[in-house]
Nanobody
Framework: QVLLVESGGGSVQAGGSLRLSCAASGDTFRLYRMGWFRQAPGKERVFVAVGSWRGDTTIYAPSVKGRFTFSRDNAMNTVYLQMNSLKPEDTAVYYC????????????WGQGTQVTVSS
């Protein structure tokens, strides 16, 4: 079992920055990849970024590439999403997710953290 807890959400003005954290606990040795997703009001949850749990591989959605940065601290069992140059359209609940293999599905999800960007 893996527990994911996100933090770092909040309210900022357009152009501002936030850093989200996702702390993993439990069977972290089983983790293979960590993803970030977001869900805006009235919309489906969409992919934001994914990174390998151990290694340097990262992939970003086109809408955030160049503004968001995925990073990891394996010693702390934590992944981060640094979000710069935030836009009102980035407003959403952000979720982290853990995958135990190379497949497209994720096995564990966090509870989400709200990010609100005002214009």
């Amino acid at each position: 079992q893996v527990l994911l807890v996100e933090s770092g959400g909040g309210s900022v003005q357009a152009g501002g920055s936030l850093r989200l954290s996702c702390a993993a606990s439990g069977d972290t040795f089983r983790l293979y990849r960590m993803g970030w997703f977001r869900q805006a009001p009235g919309k489906e949850r969409v992919f934001v970024a994914v990174g390998s749990w151990r290694g340097d591989t990262t992939i970003y959605a086109p809408s955030v590439k160049g503004r968001f940065t995925f990073s990891r601290d394996n010693a702390m069992n934590t992944v981060y999403l640094q979000m710069n140059s935030l836009k009102p359209e980035d407003t959403a609940v952000y979720y982290c997710a853990a995958g135990l293999n190379r497949g497209s599905e994720y096995d564990y999800w966090g509870q989400g953290t709200q990010v609100t960007v005002s214009s």
